[in-house]
């Protein structure tokens, strides 16, 4: 049997809710969900990990990831730009979530715009799914993410959250404030 990976869990207080921090020894960012999607967060770090759900301690998330989360929700956009994040996922997963961060703050893309740039522009639904399983909400910014009609579609963190995100970004963003 194969030895669960150990995490550290702090929790850190939002305009939005309670926000789960997940990381490793390294400092890297492995999960960022809200309190009450808990055990949502807990089976995607469980899938992305082989089956095995990490072992989460209680403790202290590095100082330079909370004051980055802290700054973004006081307007300052780009602070989150430099977290580093570590994830598990399929090869395809990752590409997704790495081009989710080249989305700028105070914008947004639509699910076949991101197949389109990531090469596979018949895989709408695929990044839909890939979008849906991202376990580093904020940080990864799946909510940036909308239909190809402008609607808001599905969000981790429920939708009201994805427009409150959504209207943050763009409000400092047009102040310059990024």
């Known amino acids: 049997?194969?030895?669960?990976?150990?995490?550290?869990?702090?929790?850190?207080?939002?305009?939005?809710?309670?926000?789960?921090?997940?990381?490793?020894?390294?400092?890297?960012?492995?999960?960022?969900?809200?309190?009450?999607?808990?055990?949502?967060?807990?089976?995607?770090?469980?899938?992305?990990?082989?089956?095995?759900?990490?072992?989460?301690?209680?403790g202290r998330a590095p100082s330079r990831i909370t004051k980055r989360i802290s700054d973004f929700f006081a307007g300052e956009l780009t602070a989150i730009d430099s977290i580093p994040v570590a994830m598990g996922g399929t090869k395809f997963q990752r590409k997704l979530w790495t081009e989710l961060r080249r989305i700028p703050a105070g914008t947004t893309t639509t699910y076949a715009k991101l197949a389109e740039v990531i090469g596979h522009p018949n895989a709408c639904r695929a990044v839909g799914s890939a979008n849906g399983a991202n376990p580093i909400n904020i940080v990864v910014p799946c909510h940036r993410v909308i239909a190809g009609n402008g609607a808001l579609t599905g969000y981790g963190g429920g939708i009201e959250r994805k427009q409150w995100l959504l209207e943050h970004e763009y409000r400092h963003a047009s102040l310059g404030d990024s």
Do not use: N
Request: net charge positive.
């Open 1 to 58: 049997m194969v030895a669960p990976l150990k995490f550290l869990i702090d929790r850190q207080l939002s305009p939005i809710g309670t926000l789960l921090l997940v990381c490793d020894d390294d400092g890297y960012l492995r999960a960022l969900d809200f309190r009450d999607y808990e055990k949502r967060m807990c089976q995607l770090l469980c899938r992305h990990y082989g089956g095995v759900a990490p072992l989460l301690i209680r």
